[in-house]
C-alpha cells in the first residue's frame, strides 16, 4: 500500500466514524473524555520519553529555543492537557442544541438545529499539545478529527494519538474518530487539501507559509489564523497607571504569542507625560523600541519605525510607536495595518471607547484591558483549536459552537407548496 492509499483508507474510516460520533449522546463523549484522563495521567512517563526524543533531534538540528519551547512537553504541560480537557468535559454540548424557531402561517414549524461539521482536518506543526486539545474539541462537538502533525513532533504526536485510541476503543467509540497522517511527507499535504469527498473544513496552525500552503491548495472549506498584528491604543483620556501596567503586560508576558500587542499607538496630548515611564518599563524588559518621528522626540535614541514594521507580528520583544492626533486616526492606523485580530483602547471616556469598540474591524476589541486575553480558555470555552482571523462562520478562539453547523427541522401537517 502507497502512501496515498494509505491516507484515502484513513480518511474514510474518519468519515464513517464521523456518522456514528454525530448520534452519539454527550454522557458517551464525557465517558471518553474521563478515560483518556486517566489514560494520560498512566502514561505520563512515556509521554515524556516520547517528546524528548522529538526534542533530542531538534537540538542536534539546531532548531531555535523558541521551536524548542513549543515542542516540549513536561509535567507542567500535561497537567495543562489534563485541564483542558476537564474544562472541555463541563462544557455544555453543542449539538442538538436549537438556535431559532419559528411557526409559518401555513402551520410549518422550523427549527434551526446545530449539528457537527463532519470531519476536519488539522494541519500544524511543532505544538503536540494542539493533537489533545484538537481532537477533544472534535470529539465533544461530534466531529471526527484528521490530524497532520509536524515530523518534529512525530513520536510524542503518536503517542497521544494511541492513548487517544485506547481511550475511545474502551468507551466503545469509533477508534477511527482520530487519525493521524504520517505517511507521504511534505507532498501529503497538498494530497489532503484534494479530498473534499471526505473532509469537510480544514483548520492550519502554524506560521505564515504554512497557511498560505493550505490556503493556495485546498480544495476544502479553511478556517485560517493569519499573522496578530495587535495594537494597543493609550487615549487622551486613559488612566496613565493603568496603561502602563496594561501595555506592558500585553508585549512582554509572553511576546511570543500571536495576541501580544506589536504596535502601540499614543494620544499626542498625553505623549509626553506617558511615553518616558513606558520607555522606562520596556527598557527594564528589554523590549526594543521602534518609533515614528514624533516618539523619536520624546524617547531618544530607538530605531526609526520603517513601513514594514507596521505591518509586522515580531514575537519577540520588540515593539513599534506611534502618535496619533486623535482617536480617528488610531482606528484608520489599525485597519489598515492590523491582521483582524486582537486590538484594545485604555480610556476613561465610555464614548472614545464605544467609538473604538464599533469601529476597529477585529476579532477581539478590547476596553480597558490586555490584548493577551484572547484565548479559548481565558474566554471560558475549555480548549481551542485556533483563533480565526476569516469573518465568515467562526471568528476570534474557536471552542465547541465553531465546530458545528446547522440544520433546519421542519414540522408539518401535510402542507403542499401552491
Not at 489532503?192 to 502554524?206: A, F, H, S, T
Not at 486575553?373 to 485556533?386: K, P, Q, S, V
Request: with cysteine.
Amino acid at each position: 500500500m502507497d502512501w496515498k492509499e494509505k491516507i484515502i483508507l484513513d480518511v474514510r474510516k474518519a468519515k464513517e466514524a464521523s456518522f456514528i460520533l454525530s448520534k452519539v449522546k454527550t454522557e458517551e463523549k464525557n465517558m471518553f473524555l474521563n478515560k483518556l484522563i486517566e489514560k494520560i495521567e498512566e502514561n505520563r512517563e512515556k509521554i515524556i520519553k516520547e517528546n524528548q526524543k522529538d526534542v533530542d533531534k531538534c537540538l542536534k538540528r539546531n532548531y531555535s529555543s523558541a521551536f524548542i519551547d513549543r515542542l516540549k512537553i513536561d509535567e507542567k504541560r500535561i497537567d495543562k492537557m489534563i485541564k483542558s480537557i476537564k474544562d472541555v468535559i463541563a462544557l455544555p454540548d453543542p449539538v442538538g442544541k436549537k438556535i431559532w424557531e419559528t411557526e409559518r402561517p401555513n402551520g410549518l414549524k422550523i427549527e434551526r438545529i446545530r449539528v457537527p461539521i463532519g470531519v476536519i482536518g488539522i494541519i500544524y506543526e511543532s505544538r503536540p499539545d494542539v493533537t489533545i486539545e484538537a481532537s477533544i474539541l472534535c470529539i465533544k462537538s461530534g466531529n471526527s478529527v484528521i490530524l497532520k502533525g509536524g515530523k518534529e513532533a512525530k513520536s510524542t504526536n503518536l503517542i497521544l494519538v494511541d492513548i487517544m485510541k485506547s481511550a475511545l476503543m474502551e468507551t466503545k467509540l469509533p477508534v477511527d474518530s482520530v487519525n493521524i497522517i504520517t505517511a507521504g511527507g511534505r507532498k501529503a499535504v497538498k494530497y489532503i487539501l484534494k479530498l473534499y469527498q471526505y473532509i469537510d473544513l480544514i483548520i492550519p496552525r502554524g506560521g505564515e507559509s504554512l497557511i498560505k500552503t493550505v490556503v493556495e491548495n485546498s480544495y476544502i472549506p479553511v478556517i485560517k489564523h493569519y499573522a496578530g498584528v495587535c495594537h494597543t491604543y493609550v487615549d487622551k483620556d486613559a488612566n496613565l497607571e493603568m496603561a502602563w501596567k496594561v501595555v506592558l503586560n500585553a508585549k512582554v508576558q509572553r511576546p511570543a504569542t500571536c495576541n501580544a500587542t506589536e504596535t502601540l499607538l499614543v494620544h499626542k496630548e498625553i505623549a509626553e507625560k506617558f511615553l518616558p515611564k513606558m520607555a522606562e518599563l520596556f527598557r527594564m524588559h528589554k523590549v526594543e523600541m521602534r518609533g515614528c518621528d514624533e516618539t523619536r522626540k520624546i524617547i531618544t535614541g530607538i530605531k526609526e519605525a520603517t513601513e514594514d514594521d507596521w505591518y509586522t507580528e515580531y514575537l519577540d520583544l520588540i515593539i513599534s510607536i506611534k502618535i496619533v492626533n486623535n482617536i480617528e486616526e488610531a482606528i484608520e492606523h489599525i485597519n489598515k495595518y492590523g491582521t483582524h485580530h486582537s486590538d484594545a483602547i485604555i480610556t476613561e471616556n465610555k464614548e472614545s471607547a464605544e467609538k473604538f469598540l464599533r469601529e476597529v474591524d477585529s476579532a477581539a476589541v478590547y476596553h480597558n484591558a490586555s490584548t493577551r486575553f484572547t484565548d479559548g480558555g481565558e474566554f471560558g470555552l475549555g480548549a481551542e483549536i485556533g483563533i480565526s482571523t476569516d469573518k465568515i462562520h467562526a471568528r476570534g478562539p474557536m471552542g465547541l459552537e465553531e465546530l458545528t453547523t446547522y440544520k433546519y427541522v421542519i414540522h408539518g401537517n401535510g402542507q403542499i407548496r401552491e
